[in-house]
């Protein structure tokens, strides 16, 4: 399988290759030069098959033979060690939830598999390689997880200062030894700007192994299939037809979500549920992107103005705007919003969404009363409440148990380096760390 720039489909490179680079050196973005589609038989026979064989399958068709098979059965089968199930709210609303890793959030699938991954492709090289990463909140952590450790790889975060919670905020600081995090003061697009302009730097180039461990590596993204194969899978033949609520930030989720689609999962539609932040709901409407400042929420993790993975969306179909609205629909959640969406779903069902899945919740019933069609909507629960207490009304926060991985983290020590949002001061540290 070969993997081409968003920017210029021409320049094309193999797996590896773009997983080592993390971006394209147009700038570009790496997507699949062709997206794979999966065998009838494998699509029939979904519904026995546990959740990592699902995921080996996949991996195997998006890759196209470039791993060994043994080698990436155990690549798969090292990375998802945990459940992806579905909760059911009614008969046709379905809860799917992600945030059964070490982390407790969606990230920990891409990032434990791209750990691996990297192990894999380096082993025996004693170089220093260096993952560089942006976070509005659980990718730092899942990727810090992940990589702790790690012989041969330090990890450099970049998080924004006082927008994260308490305790994704203490999962990001709470360890050492190759893992180091810098608080910056600004938003997370500046923290996504910030690492951009880092693997765009000659220098830096020259005196560091920089790769990505955001979406923008392809390695973070595809495992994100993974789990849109086995809700399909462990939904069975009585679902109908689906449609995909997806909390939106970066839209990594609805990235991977649509290359599922694209590979044979029959999806009605994705809904790009977004907070304020509404980048794409505009985009969708006018049919011009033009990137705002990011705005904070409660749903935190979302809160981007300048969607690192809508070129790729874009590239998925050719930039043709009336294909991308036939497949996605998109729609904002405010505070007020999202708020409302936890007390109904605590009311009704007695389940608590975390802020993200909340704004998925809300977006569904949206579209449900704006097109009045009959089918399954499954809702993307993103993290686990826990990381986002205070969030929640003291009724609905006395429903929430804290795992002990993140009671354990609170009033530790913190270790974070502050800095700027500026490039310079951010280079001289990547330059002398």
Known sequence: MRFCSTKDSRVSVSFTEAVSRGMAQDGGLFIPAEIPRCPRGFLRSIGGLAFPEISFEVARLLLGGEIPDADLRRIVGESVTFDAPLHRL????VVLELFHGPTLAFKDFGARFMARMMAYM?????????????????????VASAFHGMPGVSVILLYPSGRVSQIQESQLTSLTGNVTALEIAGTFDDCQRLVKLAFADREIA?????????????????????YYFNAFARLGEMSGEIVFSVPSGNLGNLTAGLIAWKMGIPVKRFIAATNANDVVCRYLETGVYEPGRALT???????????GNLPRIRALFNDDIEAIRKAVYASP???????????EVFLRHRYVLDPHGAVGYSALGRYRAATGGAFTGILLETAHPAKFIDVYDPVVRGSIEVPGRLRDLLGGEKHSVKLPARFEEVKAFLMGA
């Open 333 to 343: 959640c405010t505070d007020d919003q999202t708020r409302e969406a936890i007390a």
């Open 297 to 307: 929420t409660l749903s935190n993790a979302m809160d981007v103005g300048d969607p």
């Open 206 to 226: 020259a005196g560091r192994n920089l790769t990505s461990a955001n979406s923008i590596n392809v390695a973070r993204l595809l495992p994100q299939t993974f």
């Open 90 to 93: 009614d008969e046709s609303t």
């Open 122 to 142: 380096h082993r025996g090289d004693r170089g220093e390689h260096t993952v560089l990463v942006a976070t509005s909140g659980d990718t730092g952590s899942a």
